[in-house]
Nanobody, 122 residues
């Protein structure tokens, strides 16, 4: 079993920055890929970024350049640095873990956190 706990969300003005954290506990050695997804009201959950055990990354469309995913294996933590935030970045941000492969969709992630709210005021 894997347990994920997100933190770092909050209210920020447009143009500001936030750093989200996801602390991982449980069967950490079984995890291959960690990811961040987000869901805005009335919309589907979408990919923000993913990072593999070897450090390879992928990003949601148009987010690379503003958002950066990283992981600190010693702290069992994955981070999402978000810069230049826009009102359309508002939503609940979820941390996810995949045991095998590099997921192409959210359905391929095995574990999810409860989410942290990010609100960007314009």
């Amino acid at each position: 079993q894997v347990h994920l706990v997100e933190s770092g969300g909050g209210l920020v003005q447009a143009g500001g920055s936030l750093r989200l954290s996801c602390v991982v506990s449980g069967s950490i050695s079984s995890i291959n890929v960690m990811g961040w997804y987000r869901q805005a009201p009335g919309k589907e959950r979408e990919l923000v970024a993913g990072i593999g055990s070897g450090g390879n990354t992928n990003y949601g469309e148009s987010l690379k350049g503003r958002f950066t995913i990283s992981r600190d294996n010693a702290k069992n933590t994955v981070y999402l640095q978000m810069n230049g935030l826009k009102a359309e970045d508002t939503g609940i941000y979820y941390c996810a873990a995949a045991l095998t492969g590099f997921p192409n969709s959210r359905y391929e992630y095995d574990y999810w956190g409860q989410g942290t709210q990010v609100t960007v005021s314009s």
